[in-house]
């Protein structure tokens, strides 16, 4: 399968844990996007890497969450000290990284946080 | 408001309906327009893009996009029991270099055998 793939696909923490997600995108693309989806809402954008570059990062991403791209393949997206709220669908897409292109998604991280 | 507006629905309709799905935004500034379709505890799964104003056909898939309107649509012809699943437009542009996604909410759609 060449899709984007996502691990763990569920992690269930308790509160003020810290979690940490990975995503391997398409081979080949050169951007890659992390999303937050919340029950009944459109995926929300949090941050994106052009390469091993963090080049954008939502006001949604505070300062207990951190992304890595590491030598421009898989990313990381660390949360700590998780909160209640931090409970979503996390996300992942990938693109070719050619001016406005079309992003393909993981099948997603869902996180419970107790 | 948000730059994005979607019905949620629930939309239900019996099989072999013409299904009509809107959204409306904005940002002038979008110039690529997708629709993703949702199954349940899943990521999205591209259906279709298009970056001008006009009609783009995918067998049962119509996308419609009406810049000065600042409205977009998706038609399922002779819809399915498999076609029900949440169904989400998205936009971008790059008035500021950004390549990020603006996505609606959804609107869940169930068609019924």
């Known amino acids: 399968d060449t899709g984007v793939s996502q691990n763990p696909r569920h992690k269930i923490t308790k509160r003020g844990q810290n979690v940490t997600f990975r995503c391997d995108p398409i081979?080949?693309?050169?951007?890659l996007y992390w999303y937050r989806q919340t029950l009944g809402q459109g995926p929300e954008f949090l941050t994106y890497f052009q390469n091993e570059a963090q080049l954008e990062k939502s006001r949604l991403l505070s300062d207990r969450f951190s992304a890595e791209r590491p030598k421009g393949s898989f990313s990381t997206l660390e949360i700590q000290r998780t909160e209640q709220g931090d409970s979503a669908m996390y996300l992942c897409a990938s693109s070719p990284g050619l001016g406005l292109d079309t992003q393909y998604f993981g099948p997603g991280t869902r996180l419970t946080v107790l | 408001q948000k730059e994005v507006e979607q019905d949620p629905g629930p939309l239900s309709v019996p099989e072999g309906a013409i299904v009509s799905l809107n959204c409306t935004y904005s940002n002038s500034a979008f110039q690529y327009f997708m629709w993703y379709r949702q199954y349940s505890r899943k990521g999205p799964e591209l259906l279709m893009y298009?970056?001008?104003?006009g009609n783009k056909e995918d067998g049962r898939f119509t996308a419609q996009v009406d810049k000065s309107s600042k409205y977009i649509s998706l038609f399922i012809r002779d819809s399915q029991p498999s076609d029900s699943a949440t169904y989400l437009c998205?936009?971008?542009?790059?008035?500021?270099?950004?390549?990020?996604?603006?996505f609606g909410t959804g609107t869940r759609l169930k068609v019924l055998a």
């Open positions: 081979s080949e693309h050169n951007r």
């Open positions: 998205a936009m971008s542009g790059t008035t500021s270099g950004t390549y990020k996604y603006i």
């Open positions: 298009t970056y001008s104003s």
